[in-house]
């Protein structure tokens, strides 16, 4: 059964810094890329991030430069470093991949960013 649980979102104030955590399991984690996305009141959800299995990665352009994705395969785990976070980066963060062609997702974590 393949499981992705975020851990590490809370509240943050203007300007400070949250790490996200995504473990997964059943999956061959190393093989596959993984992303982080977000999904704020009333808007759509949209990626913020992603991973690819070289390390190659890809950013959302409302993070970049404050955004930093990275991945540890020994321990199938993929991270979100959030600096200098603002109010509008306040949403549920999930962790995502695509396994057997279809979308998996992990249940969310909440960031919430005071002004």
């Known amino acids: 059964q393949v499981q992705l649980v975020e851990s590490g979102g809370g509240l943050v104030q203007a300007g400070g810094s949250l790490r996200l955590s995504c473990a997964a399991s059943?999956?061959?984690?190393?093989?596959?890329?993984m992303n982080w996305f977000r999904q704020a009141p009333g808007k759509q959800r949209e990626l913020v991030a992603s991973i690819t299995t070289t390390s190659s990665t890809n950013y959302g352009d409302s993070v970049k430069g404050r955004f930093t994705i990275s991945r540890d395969n020994a321990k199938n785990t993929v991270y979100l470093q959030m600096n200098s976070l603002k109010p509008e980066d306040t949403a549920v963060y999930y962790c995502h991949t695509v396994y057997l062609y279809r979308n998996t997702w992990g249940q969310g974590t909440q960031v919430t960013v005071s002004s």
């Open positions: 059943g999956i061959a984690f190393s093989m596959n890329t």
